[in-house]
């Protein structure tokens, strides 16, 4: 325990680690069946393809795919059996020449000009062929210039020969050079974890390279395959989910030079938003990794997939730490790859985690809703303005000083909020402050008082016939003309 603290630093507190030795993940209590995956450890898919009927005619017209995704021993069978047919196949043309033109019974006279030399039976048309196609040249057997069919199959033989030359060695060598081998050296944590990093529930796994070429440009994605019943009534067997591991900050960008654990901070967009270590028992899922990436030395694109099932998810976990450092250099330790230890972490979901936290926080302040009112109030101040602005130069000068309205809604606003926030305070206070001539009755006749010097002001300012039209005040309005009436009334409302 004490190397394991001096590891991992005093601020790690270990629970308990499983007691066979290498870290490995315990097993659990009650184990399930066997879980059909879609997609295996090894990167293998578990589908097949059946009831093509008349869609197996799309394979043989592209032949050159279909012969490379073969298996290895149907390929081998494939290429023995082709050229056996073919050599018996020309040998037989060569052996027919010589029979049709008595070339057989006088192959020993020398004074008669066979097409083929020292073609007396069919083992020799055979060498003959062998010989021609692949060049040896023995020179004991060899074509003469009295034999034109020969010519014309000799010219047949040697384009056949380069087509299935090209057809089977070129298929053989796209096969021998496929980088799925190179997937074998890329390695993956038999177990993903759920621990929290930074504050934050993460689902993590580990991702590592055995070989010292790196990787170009390697990228990983991640899918949630699980089944569900859309509100239509439509069952899903396989809906794929897209994990986020990084994708909008590049963290999905690999420099995978040393073994990485790749995140996903579980948050409200993630679809293990409600998952808890209680509903991890009985829910069923499997997550799919792809690491894509450049083959170093070959240049050719290889993709490496691997699998987790709920099964193999371990809820309050964390890798071991497998790189260390030595005398001027990081040494990796792949026998800590897969290990993993408990760690404290919370059985709680992050839905409910966020609930309990509003749960238990204070309310929110009146400032945000007192916001809203003061926004409102600046809205009807503007518009205000921009009618003001619109009436003529007298009806401005009539309606007197331009900061009179602003004043009253102010004045209105502040009256609100402090009519808002006394609903914050405690009985006895609000108590208080309903008694007749509080400060509210006080701002409320300071306003009216204001409104009223502001009026007398205005009509002071008119000119000498409108302070007599104005009279009371009230009469003011009445006595306008039509024309003045309609626009003092769009001023107002």
Not at 33 to 40: A, L, Y
Not at 189 to 214: E, P, T, Y
Not at 385 to 404: M, N, W, Y
Not at 465 to 480: C, D, F, I, T, V
């Amino acid at each position: 325990m004490s190397a394991l603290r001096r590891k991992l630093g005093d601020e790690y507190q270990v629970v308990s680690t499983s007691a066979s030795g290498g870290g490995l993940p315990p097993p659990r209590s009650a184990p399930r069946g066997k879980r059909q995956r879609f997609v295996d450890k090894n990167g293998r898919c578990n589908v097949q393809h059946g009831n093509l009927g008349g869609e197996t005619s799309r394979y043989l017209s592209d032949l050159f795919t279909t012969l490379v995704d073969l298996k290895w021993r149907w390929n081998l069978f494939i290429f023995i059996l082709t050229y056996t047919v073919a050599w018996l196949f020309m040998a037989s043309m060569w052996w027919v020449i010589a029979y049709m033109r008595g070339d057989l019974n006088k192959a020993h006279d020398d004074s008669y000009t066979p097409c083929v030399a020292n073609v007396y039976n069919f083992p020799s048309a055979f060498l003959f062929f062998i010989e021609t196609e692949a060049t040896i040249g023995y020179g004991y057997r060899y074509i003469t210039d009295k034999c034109p069919e020969g010519i014309i199959l000799f010219l047949f033989q040697s384009i056949l020969g380069s087509i299935v030359d090209a057809f089977l060695i070129g298929c053989m060598f796209i096969k021998m050079s496929q980088p799925k081998k190179r997937a074998e050296t890329l390695m993956f944590s038999r177990a993903a974890v759920i621990s929290q990093r930074d504050a934050k529930l993460c689902l993590m796994f580990r991702v590592g390279n055995l070989r010292n070429s790196h990787m170009v440009s390697a990228q990983i994605r991640c899918k949630l395959l699980k089944s569900r019943q859309t509100p239509e009534g439509e069952f899903l067997p396989l809906d794929q989910l897209e994990l986020d591991v990084g994708f909008s900050t590049g963290a999905d960008q690999l420099f995978l030079v040393s073994p990485l654990t790749i995140c996903h901070v579980i948050d409200a967009k993630s679809p293990f938003y409600d998952l808890s270590q209680r509903s991890i028992r009985t829910e069923q899922f499997e997550i799919v990794v792809i690491l894509e990436g450049i083959v170093e030395t070959t240049g050719m694109t290889c993709q490496a997939r691997t699998s987790y099932t709920e099964d193999e998810v371990l809820w309050g976990h964390r890798f071991f730490p497998v790189i260390s450092l030595e005398e001027g250099f990081f040494k990796v330790d792949y026998s800590q790859f897969h290990a993993t230890f408990e760690v404290p972490t919370p059985p709680y979901s992050v839905k409910e985690q966020e609930e309990m936290l509003l749960m238990s926080s204070p309310l929110i302040p009146p400032a945000v809703s007192n916001s809203k009112e003061r926004n409102n109030s600046v809205e009807c101040l503007d518009g205000l303005d921009e009618v003001g602005a619109k009436l003529p130069s007298k009806l401005q000068k009539i309606t007197g000083r331009d900061d009179f309205p602003k004043k009253l809604l102010r004045m209105s606003s502040t009256t609100s909020e402090k009519a808002y926030s006394m609903g914050d305070l405690p009985m006895k206070l609000q108590r208080i402050s309903s008694v007749p001539g509080s400060s509210e009755e006080k701002l409320g006749s300071r306003g009216a008082k204001a409104a009223a010097d502001a009026m007398s002001q205005s009509v002071a300012e008119l000119p000498p016939k409108l302070q007599k039209l104005s009279g009371g005040g009230g009469r003011m309005e009445g006595n306008l003309p039509p024309k003045l009436r309609k626009m003092n009334s769009d001023r107002f409302t």
